[in-house]
């Protein structure tokens, strides 16, 4: 008797699961940008280092050729590099992120250099990135201020 009254929710159940099979399947963006952050400075520096994972899931390169921010006079795009034991930056016209792939950027490597603070940051605020592509796409990527302490070990500085 009591299989009786199971049947329906059964049925009920396999219902549903054949028509969840149904459901479109949720597209993955083609980029994306992941734990982005700026190390939280003291007020009155005016340049400052952000960091961001960027991913590309699309079967071409993903080239940025041009970087701003509504939060800074400038954003540029920086290696660190060594020159004869001297670390230094050298600034980069593009970064390229190989399709299928993830470019890192972080202490000690390539870096977002942000330039000129329009007012000080607050910690957790989130700074909207603006990238452009080599074919004149707009990609924006978010990095939120962190405490120094918690994200700057490597002893990277600017």
Do not use: W
């Amino acid at each position: 008797m009591k299989l009786i009254y199971a049947l329906p929710a059964i049925l009920l159940f396999c219902s549903a699961a054949s028509h969840s099979a149904e459901l479109p399947v949720k597209s993955v963006p083609a980029f994306s940008g992941h734990d982005g952050l700026i190390p939280q400075l003291p007020p009155g520096m005016n340049v400052m280092a952000g960091y961001i994972t960027i991913r590309n899931n699309s079967k071409k390169p993903l080239v940025l050729t041009g970087f701003s921010s509504p939060r800074f006079k400038r954003v540029e795009a920086h290696q660190t590099v060594n020159r004869n034991g001297m670390l230094g930056m050298q600034k980069q016209l593009s970064l390229t992120v190989p399709a299928k792939s993830r470019l890192q950027l972080k202490p000690g490597g390539i870096h977002f250099m942000l330039i000129g603070p329009k007012r000080p940051l607050q910690l957790s605020e989130t700074v909207r990135i603006l990238c452009e592509t080599g074919n004149k796409q707009k990609v924006t990527f978010e990095l939120t201020v962190r405490p120094l302490s918690s994200t700057h070990k490597s002893g990277h500085h600017h």
